[in-house]
Structures are given as structure tokens and as C-alpha cells.
């Protein structure tokens, strides 16, 4: 009898902390809407079956605070995938199993102390590097990743919160009314005064751009993109992001002509632009050319993944120092040491606007295939539906007239009920 009691005792503290770790409560937690979409299929092999711009198939949606359990967690085998959407959660969710991606969870608080956290072992950094070497200690490879950033800490939150882009906003809108009055009111001092408040809230603007977009890389234009918003939202969501940008242009302009009329002669922007250009393919050529010494790396020995974290922060120290060289040449000698100050100011001006410019044509070929697609379908279904009666395209019905719907028509309800009957009459014969 002890002998079964001790065996009992033993499965329980081994057993029990196991049912403990394969049941964590989780919350749903989208970061960049109010509900995370949830399917009932996942096919990891094909990314587009479930992601395509132009049409999702059928999903629910969880709204955010929704608790559910997970199962596992599958990776996508998709690799071209940013990391927040590599990684796909099997969760169980009002009796069903349903899948969701991962980084729509957060870890609930209701779990019993000492319950483990398995999301944390899965690097889900929306723009992170990850750089594999040889380890020279043991001979085998090891991963260095830079720029990882938990979505879910401060630092994440902050960034794809709305407070953050409008405070973009008001930077540049502040710098450009300002600007626009100090150009009707021509004053010696409140030229100085409003041009040198332009020259922080752009430079301000700029790094907080700067580090956005390198911190989310592909996830910057959340706010915009159809991955995560309807064609509709989209489109509405990015007008403030093309206000955004033609504040920043419309900026520059004015501050270039109030700081003219400051300095008593014309600056011009069109040659810092062609500067910048052969900066980078300067700098491209440059690091090709650089010995790996230089950096501290050697190539006839292995380095350690210390060697290399240096190697990297040398390069990029490289490149901030060298970016804006030529540009400070070419307007300090024109326009003295102004003209350093204009070089290094409009290297980064437009390192930082470009990219912006980059991103919203990203946005908008994104939006436009989507709506294209969306169009598309739509007539496929119309001529379908012309003779063969009622489609659904996504959550609408097209009718043989050409009308949508939300609402499943009468017509095809009577048709679905006709075939449970038959169905059901089926199997009674089959039983018999």
C-alpha cells in the first residue's frame, strides 16, 4: 500500500506540472486594431491562401481581452515573412480550435505562478537581423540577432500607438505654419527665431521617423496596410500619413527660403539631393573596398560574436559620419559654416523623407492591387452568379441581378436546409 501511495505522490509532481505548462491562459491582444482574425485552416505552406491582399477567407474575429488557450505554436514556412507573422498560434476558443497569429497573444496573468511562457522563446521582432557565424571556441555556428524589439514591452507599445505618429505630425505641422507666417512677415528676428525652431522640430521629427522605421521595418505602415485593415480603413487611414509627407516637403521649402533671407543669399536644395544619391553609391563602393581589418575582423582566423557586434556598430558609425560629407563640402564653401550645418542638416532631411516616400508608394501599390483584386472578383462573381444564380465573394452574396448582400439570401438558405434534410436522410437509411 505505501508502495502505491509513494508511486501516486511521484506521478503527481511529475504529471500535474505538466497538464500545468500544456493549458496557458492567453489573452487576445492586437496591437493595431481591436480584434485579431482567427481561421479555422492553416496551411503553413502557403501564406498567400490566407494573407492575400485582395481577399481573406472566412475568419473570426476575437475581440482584444478574449481569453484562450494555446495548443502549439506552428512556424510558417514562408521565410521571406517578417518574424510577427512567422509564427502561427493553434488555440482552443469557445470549444473549437482555431488558428491566429502569435504575436496577437499576451501571456495572462490568470496562469498559476511558476507556469511557463513558450512565446517567449520565439523571436517575433517585426524588422530584427539575424547573422550566423562560426564559433571559434566549440567549432559550431551560433546566431547573433540585432534589433529585437517585444511588441508588447513599453518601447513596442509606444511606437504602434497613434500618440506616437501624431506627435510626428504636430512637429512638422508646427515647423511648417510657422514657417508659412515667417515668409509673410519678412523680420530679421522672427526669421531667426522660426527657422531655427524649424531646424529642431524637422531634426526632431526626422530622428523620431529614423527610429520608427528601423524599429518595425515592414510593420511601419500598419496604420495603412490591408493586412490588417479593410480596403476602405486603408484608404482612410492613409491620408494623414500623405499629409504627413507633404508637410515634410512643404517644410523644406520654406525653410529654405526663410533661411536665404537670413544667410543674404539663396539656398539651394536640388544639389543636396544629387549629394545624398552619390553619397550612398560612395559609401556602397567604400565598403566593398574596406579591409575586413579595419573593422576587426580577420579573415584568416575565426572571430568571436563579439568581434562581430563591433564590426557592425563600426560600419553603421561609418556610414552616419560619411553620409553627409560631400554635402557639407559643396555648402560650406559656398555659404561658410552655415553651410556645414545646412550639408549635414539636409543629408539626413532627405535620408529620412525618401524613405518616408518610399514606404507610402508601398502603401498605395499595396492598396491598389487590393482594390484591383476586389474588382475583379467582383465581376467574376457577377458573371457567375448571372447563370448560375446566387456567389459569395468574402462576407457579401451576389445575386443574378447584379445586387450584394450581407445577408445570406432566402433562396440559398432554402437550398442549404434542402441538402441537411437530404443528407440526414441519408445516413438514417444507411443506420438501416
Known amino acids: 500500500m505505501k508502495k502505491k501511495c509513494c508511486a501516486l505522490l511521484v506521478c503527481a509532481f511529475v504529471v500535474l506540472p505538466l497538464f500545468r505548462l500544456s493549458a496557458q491562459i492567453y489573452e487576445i491582444d492586437c496591437l493595431v486594431k481591436d480584434y485579431a482574425e482567427a481561421y479555422d485552416e492553416l496551411n503553413t505552406d502557403d501564406y498567400i491562401k490566407k494573407n492575400d491582399v485582395g481577399y481573406k477567407d472566412k475568419s473570426v474575429r476575437i475581440p482584444n481581452g478574449t481569453e484562450v488557450t494555446l495548443k502549439q505554436v506552428i512556424k510558417n514556412k514562408a521565410y521571406n515573412l517578417p518574424n510577427h507573422l512567422r509564427y502561427n498560434a493553434e488555440i482552443g476558443y469557445d470549444g473549437k480550435t482555431m488558428y491566429v497569429f502569435a504575436w496577437n497573444l499576451k501571456f495572462s496573468d490568470k496562469n498559476p505562478e511558476g507556469t511557463a511562457d513558450p512565446l517567449k522563446e520565439y523571436d517575433m521582432s517585426p524588422n530584427s537581423i539575424t547573422v550566423t557565424h562560426e564559433d571559434p571556441e566549440t567549432g559550431g555556428g551560433y546566431k547573433h540577432t540585432y534589433n529585437m524589439l517585444d511588441v508588447r514591452s513599453a518601447e513596442g507599445r509606444m511606437l504602434l500607438s497613434r500618440t506616437y505618429l501624431i506627435a510626428v505630425l504636430v512637429l512638422l505641422l508646427s515647423a511648417a505654419v510657422l514657417q508659412f507666417i515667417a515668409s509673410r512677415i519678412v523680420k530679421q528676428g522672427f526669421t ?45 487611414n492613409s491620408i494623414p500619413f500623405v499629409f504627413t509627407i507633404f508637410l515634410q516637403v512643404f517644410s523644406i521649402i520654406l525653410f529654405r527660403n526663410n533661411l536665404s533671407v537670413f544667410m543674404e543669399r539663396k539656398l539651394t536644395l536640388k544639389p543636396s539631393v544629387i549629394l545624398f544619391f552619390f553619397s550612398l553609391i560612395a559609401i556602397f563602393f567604400a565598403l566593398l573596398r574596406i579591409p575586413s581589418e579595419a573593422l576587426g575582423i580577420s579573415e584568416e582566423t575565426l572571430n568571436t560574436p563579439g568581434q562581430y557586434a563591433a564590426a557592425v556598430q563600426k560600419m553603421f558609425l561609418f556610414i552616419a559620419v560619411a553620409l553627409p560629407v560631400p554635402a557639407m563640402l559643396f555648402y560650406g564653401i559656398k555659404h561658410k559654416f552655415m553651410g556645414l550645418f545646412a550639408g549635414i542638416f539636409l543629408t539626413f532631411y532627405w535620408l529620412g523623407t525618401i524613405t518616408a516616400i518610399g514606404l507610402l508608394a508601398y502603401a498605395v501599390i499595396r492598396i491598389f492591387i487590393a482594390i484591383m483584386c476586389q474588382v475583379i472578383m467582383y465581376i467574376a462573381a457577377f458573371i457567375y452568379a448571372r447563370f448560375t444564380g446566387y456567389t459569395q465573394i468574402g462576407s457579401f452574396w451576389v445575386g443574378p441581378d447584379g445586387s450584394t448582400s450581407r445577408e445570406k439570401p432566402a433562396e440559398v438558405k432554402a437550398e442549404e436546409a434542402r441538402r441537411a434534410y437530404l443528407e440526414k436522410r441519408a445516413q438514417k437509411n444507411l443506420k438501416n
Open 192 to 236: 531667426y527665431l522660426t527657422a531655427v525652431f524649424a531646424v529642431f522640430a524637422l531634426a526632431a521629427a526626422i530622428l523620431m521617423e529614423g527610429y520608427y522605421l528601423i524599429r518595425l521595418g515592414p510593420l511601419s505602415i500598419w496604420f495603412c496596410d490591408v493586412q490588417y485593415f479593410t480596403i476602405g480603413q486603408a484608404v482612410r
